[in-house]
């Protein structure tokens, strides 16, 4: 691993990780900022929370994380989700929470807000999603793990669920991902190294509703902290390598309930059609230098061209062969970029099957 002043002294932690916290609880609040990543900052509260209603709001300085001006700095945290801390475990939880301004509206890069609206009103079709996030691993010196110095690793084709020395790197990082996961309650389906080396994916779902970006949201996180111990980046970017290398997206799986009963095949492909006719709207949402991935190469679709089919994984939307089989089921969503907002791609997806809302009255 990196020869890291940033990675922690873990030996010296843990003598004080064990110090009796005399009944209080440590909160550490997570939010997403201005430029699409997570910060954090640390609460003690005098019990453990039975529940959200009993965390209380906080604050921060939004002027400092790309979310408000100087001259009108307060941004507030209210609380939406909570997770076992698998850091600091006992009592200690981590708090994902929503970002409002000082006016009582959501600041404007608070996507969870409008996303939870969709979901409740259209909660009867019991929509699941599964999402698949691709990441690529660092060193601190901005060279992608397991790549020689200056250079290139062999071209791809043994890295992709690869098993062995020279086939995968930092599996230990992947490792204590998951396992963090798994403590704080995060739905985390599997990892699997990705087709470019120094390249992994995680799964989390299948969520419904709201949960679907609050347990990807609160994945990230962890994988940022996890790495953050082993003096690792993690990059989200969709193509982080020019040339002949495989991008990073973020798969997304949908199913509702009518389409995984007895012929909901045809309703699987409704819900395609209604996704073609809003192909760019999705496109604009679905993560930033997307183009530099969507190519038409790579497993890739072209970004200025909707196309869907069986088992095709160069297209916009896959059916998988089972579900043709079987005539039902869910399909996947092939264009989100790996740096794309969970909030906005699930909010969105309903809003298009489904339809949308009316704005919000202030």
Not at 53 to 61: A, T, V
Not at 296 to 314: L, N, P
Request: aromatic fraction near 10%.
């Amino acid at each position: 691993m990196a020869e890291s002043k940033t990675v922690s002294n873990t030996e010296n932690l843990l003598k004080f990780m064990k110090l009796d916290q005399k009944g209080s609880v440590m909160a550490e609040y997570v939010w997403v900022d201005g430029n699409n990543g997570v910060r954090s900052k640390t609460k003690t509260l005098t019990k453990k929370p039975s529940g959200i209603d009993e965390l209380p709001e906080w604050n921060f300085d939004g002027s400092s994380c790309g979310q408000a001006s100087g001259e009108n700095s307060d941004v507030y945290l209210r609380p939406a989700a909570v997770f076992p801390d698998p850091f600091r475990l006992g009592d200690n939880v981590i708090v994902l929470a929503e970002c409002w301004d000082s006016d009582g509206t959501p600041n404007k890069f608070n996507y969870r807000h409008d996303c939870a609206r969709l979901m409740e009103a259209h909660k009867q079709h019991k929509t699941w999603f599964g999402l698949e996030q691709e990441y690529t691993l660092f060193d601190e010196y901005d060279n992608v793990y397991g790549w020689p110095r200056g250079g290139f690793p062999g071209p791809q084709g043994p890295y992709y669920c690869g098993v062995g020395t020279g086939k995968v790197f930092c599996r230990d990082i992947v490792e204590a991902h998951y396992k963090a996961c798994l403590y704080a309650g995060v739905n985390i389906a599997g990892i699997n190294a990705e087709v470019m080396p120094g390249q992994w994916e995680f799964q989390v779902g299948p969520c419904e509703g709201i949960d679907m970006g609050d347990h990807l949201w609160m994945a990230r996180f962890l994988l940022e902290r996890v790495a953050e111990e082993f003096g690792a980046k993690i990059s989200f970017h969709p193509k982080p390598i020019p040339g002949d290398w495989n991008g990073a997206g973020l798969h997304t799986n949908v199913s509702s309930e009518e389409m995984r009963n007895p012929g909901g095949i045809k309703h699987i492909e409704a819900a395609i059609k209604r996704l073609e006719k809003r192909h760019e709207e999705h496109i604009a949402v679905y993560g930033s230098d997307n183009a530099l991935r969507l190519t038409g190469a790579h497993e890739t679709g072209a970004i200025d061209t909707f196309s869907y089919g069986v088992a095709d994984r160069g297209a916009s939307i896959r059916i998988p062969r089972s579900v043709g089989a079987e005539g039902k089921g869910y399909f996947e969503d092939r264009r989100p970029a790996s740096n794309g907002d969970p909030y906005q791609i699930t909010g969105i997806m309903v809003e298009t099957i489904y339809g949308g809302l009316e704005p919000e009255s202030k």
